[in-house]
């Protein structure tokens, strides 16, 4: 009877343990860089747009924008130059900004990494100084200091989640020191004020400098899963209970670069990067129940290094795989980018049924131009604050 009973238990184990597996299955997707569209039209995406144009007067000028949040009931715009945190409401009207930098009681030395309470009550954020490093909590929109009080590591990374009192930082390759041990680890995991998971360790030359080829690497899905891209990595996880899980892989075949020059000293990466042709660096933008998309970078024959779109319409069973996505539904921007980073500007690429592009104007304008006039917009100069283009999905792909 006993031998009964274990060898079920075995077999219990065994099918938990396999669900789990197919859970996390790994999706390998074959991408052939030469064969590609030179462009789409977003009309076969979308059925519109409309636009969020931030205000911009002397109460919100804006500098360099790390982060935009758009939620509920409010958009949130990380200004790292000037410290501040702009709000703005869903049609882009200045609300309010946080703006307490300064040794005072209530007030912050740095703005780092920044999240927003799903309910919009209040605004956190990681404000690094060394071993006095800690998490600052304001009431939202009236910025009442809330608790500066919980404890946090100093550590160097490009981007940062939160999830279930979990902070995920994705610091690819800079250097860190974890329990008095360098690490260039890819992910270092923060609970209670503590390192307590390292992922994908590695020790490498850094010489004090850092290479990274965008900002953003994470991204939530609309039942809010966490994934994560990593430099040198085709792989893309998604991150839960302080581990990663492969969810999707991108093989490149002959066409892509060495990954293994990751684990080489920073200035032999940059000098094989210079001189290397090849398929590099995916990220994934989207991987919502209905959309897929990711980008990667191509160089071809020493020529410039081009942007590329992989997009996968999951409930038609299709996929684009374009250098540029040609807007063919209005005048502006001539085209949109499907990406968590582009402008340096970190965001998520899709808010409930609209696809989003962020638009930095002082990037737009070329050839000396400073002005232009848009249906339904109206004049965009040089000096203006980002716009934010919402694109709505076809209701055949909701």
Not at 58 to 79: F, P, Q, T, W
Not at 376 to 398: A, C, F, H, R
Request: proline share 3%.
């Amino acid at each position: 009877m006993t031998k009964i009973i274990n060898i079920c238990i075995f077999l219990l184990i065994c099918l938990i343990y396999g669900c789990e597996e197919r859970k996390y299955a790994n999706v390998i997707i074959e991408i052939n860089p030469f064969e590609i569209e030179e462009e789409i039209n977003l009309s076969e995406i979308v059925d519109s747009i409309k636009y969020i144009k931030l205000q911009t007067d002397s109460n919100c000028v804006m500098g360099r924008i790390h982060d935009i949040v758009i939620s509920e009931k409010y958009i949130y715009a990380l200004d790292i130059s000037q410290q501040i945190i702009f709000v703005f409401d869903k049609k882009g009207k200045f609300i309010s900004k946080l703006d307490k930098r300064g040794k005072g009681p209530d007030e912050y030395l740095n703005l780092g990494p920044m999240f927003v309470d799903k309910n919009e009550k209040y605004i956190e954020f990681i404000s690094f100084s060394g071993k006095n490093s800690k998490i600052f909590k304001y009431s939202n929109i009236s910025f009442n200091l809330l608790d500066n009080k919980r404890p946090m590591p100093r550590i160097s990374a490009n981007s940062c989640r939160e999830e279930d009192e979990l902070y995920y930082f994705s610091t690819q390759q800079i250097e860190n020191v974890v329990n008095g041990k360098p690490t260039n680890a890819s992910i270092l995991i923060v609970k209670n004020g503590n390192i307590e998971k390292v992922l994908f360790d590695k020790d490498i030359i850094t010489q004090h400098s850092s290479f990274s080829p965008n900002v953003e690497c994470f991204t939530k899905n609309e039942n809010n899963q966490l994934f994560v891209s990593l430099m040198y990595d085709n792989t893309f996880y998604q991150l839960k209970n302080m581990d990663a899980y492969p969810t999707f892989s991108v093989d490149f075949g002959k066409y892509g670069i060495d990954n293994s020059i990751g684990f080489k000293p920073i200035k032999e990466q940059q000098r094989y990067l210079e001189s290397a042709n090849g398929a590099s660096f995916p990220v994934l933008n989207i991987n919502n129940s209905n959309i897929m998309a990711f980008s990667y970078y191509f160089k071809n024959n020493m020529k410039k290094t081009d942007l590329h779109q992989y997009i996968r319409l999951k409930n038609r069973n299709k996929t684009f795989h374009t250098k540029r996505i040609k807007n063919n539904i209005t005048s502006f921007p001539n085209e949109v980018y499907l990406s968590t980073y582009f402008c340096g500007i970190s965001h998520e690429v899709w808010y409930k049924n609209f696809l989003v592009d962020i638009v930095l104007p002082s990037n737009y304008f070329s050839n000396g131009e400073t002005k232009t006039t848009v249906e339904g917009l109206g004049d965009i100069t040089i000096e203006d604050n980002p716009i934010i283009v919402m694109m709505k999905l076809k209701e055949e792909l909701k």
